[in-house]
């Protein structure tokens, strides 16, 4: 199975903040990598898929890179909403594997 | 506009049974392959099960392989989760979700565009 480690598990950060999250696969699993918010008793919700291609109706603010085994998710501008947990998560091969999320918290 | 509506979580004893219901709407439902993923109390997500959009193929997480059964009726639109002998650590959140890309056959694309607002299981004597 492909391990996917997330770091930090957790950051406090104020709104305008510039918020980056890291994800690493634990094999190369070229672009196919995608992004996930959750908010306390929610659903995820679907912010980008392939690395970097972002889900219609989801912000700009939100960004996504990287390919191989590194990939990062950037917040440009901390918004209240965005306060959440975030999962990355590979469409690589199956068994599909999800991080252990990052917590972003208000400082 | 896409919905998914899950239905049938509840407590169960261990050993014991339960079927788990998501009700689609607003896209042509065989054209996706669906998937459950469940997330325990207060941990992360964990893939379960995926179906292929014909229903011809269906997969399983390790954990649950042998013990739950996917399946679909594209006539009513609804994706299925059969779980039997069920354990403790099966307690979770179950969501359904819907592959992002049309697939008729085959696990899907993997990525999730839309979820239900997920069950509650509850394993416990």
């Known amino acids: 199975d492909i391990q996917m480690t997330q770091s930090p598990s957790s950051l406090s950060a104020s709104v305008g903040d510039r918020v980056t999250i890291t994800c690493r696969a634990s094999q190369i699993i070229s672009t196919n990598l995608n992004w996930y918010q959750q908010k306390p008793g929610k659903a995820p919700k679907f912010l980008i898929y392939?690395?970097?291609s972002l889900q219609s109706g989801v912000p700009s603010r939100f960004s996504g890179s990287g390919s191989g085994t590194d990939f990062t998710l950037t917040i440009s501008s901390l918004q209240p909403e965005d306060f959440a947990t975030y999962y990355c998560q590979q469409s690589f091969s199956t068994p599909w594997t999800f991080g252990q999320g990052t917590r972003v918290e208000i400082k | 506009e896409v919905q998914l509506l899950e239905s049938g979580g509840g407590l169960v004893q261990p050993g014991g049974s339960l079927r788990l219901s998501c009700a689609a709407s607003?896209?042509?439902?065989?054209?996706?392959?669906m998937t459950w993923v469940r997330q325990a109390p207060g941990k992360g997500l964990k893939w379960v099960s995926t179906i292929s959009g014909n229903g011809g193929g269906t997969y399983y997480a390790d954990s649950v392989k042998g013990r739950f059964t996917i399946s679909r009726d594209n006539s009513q639109n609804t994706v299925y989760l059969q779980m039997n002998n069920l354990r403790a650590e099966d307690t979770a959140v179950y969501y359904c979700?819907?592959?992002?890309?049309?697939?008729?056959?085959?696990?899907?694309?993997?990525?999730?565009?839309?979820w239900g607002q997920g069950t509650l299981v509850t394993v416990s004597s």
């Open positions: 979700a819907k592959d992002r890309r049309s697939s008729s056959s085959g696990v899907g694309y993997g990525n999730f565009d839309y």
């Open positions: 392939t690395a970097s």
């Open positions: 607003g896209f042509t439902f065989s054209n996706y392959a």
